[in-house]
């Protein structure tokens, strides 16, 4: 089975505007804490492109934005996320599991730490996942 990355990438800009928007306010640190870790964290991991050469890493935030100007709420991105999560669970490692959770996590922290509205679905991801969110730093 050949692995799609270009639809993990735009599922996991989903789960993390859903993270980001949990308290239904998009803060700017949270958009800049993705971007860093897209470029920092996702690029590197693998050399999948699109079409026009694009790595298809961006396509975390290519969805967010498109996310973001659509008005999409917190649980209909977290429940997008959640069905293709559902039918594509072999694709996930734990390993992919792990930098999901430290990613959700981070994103999470990085305005004033995790509110109450970021917490719970960090707890559903744990759950969905069937493993524990890292610890916080």
Do not use: C
Request: net charge negative; charged share 30%; hydrophobic share 40%.
């Amino acid at each position: 089975m050949t692995t799609n990355y270009q639809k993990i990438y735009e599922q996991l800009g989903n789960l993390f505007f859903a993270i980001a928007m949990a308290d239904n306010h998009l803060k700017h640190k949270e958009v800049e804490k993705l971007k860093e870790l897209v470029n920092k964290e996702w690029v590197p991991l693998e050399h999948s492109t699109d079409e026009f050469g694009t790595d298809a890493a961006y396509y975390i935030y290519i969805s967010f934005d498109y996310l973001t100007d659509s008005f999409t709420t917190a649980e209909e991105a977290f429940n997008t996320f959640k069905e293709y999560y559902e039918i594509h669970k072999a694709v996930f490692s734990e390993k992919l599991k792990a930098k999901i959770l430290t990613t959700a996590t981070d994103i999470a922290v990085s305005f004033r730490g995790i509110s109450k509205a970021e917490h719970e679905y960090l707890d559903r991801l744990e759950h969905l996942f069937e493993v524990k969110a890292p610890q916080l730093k």
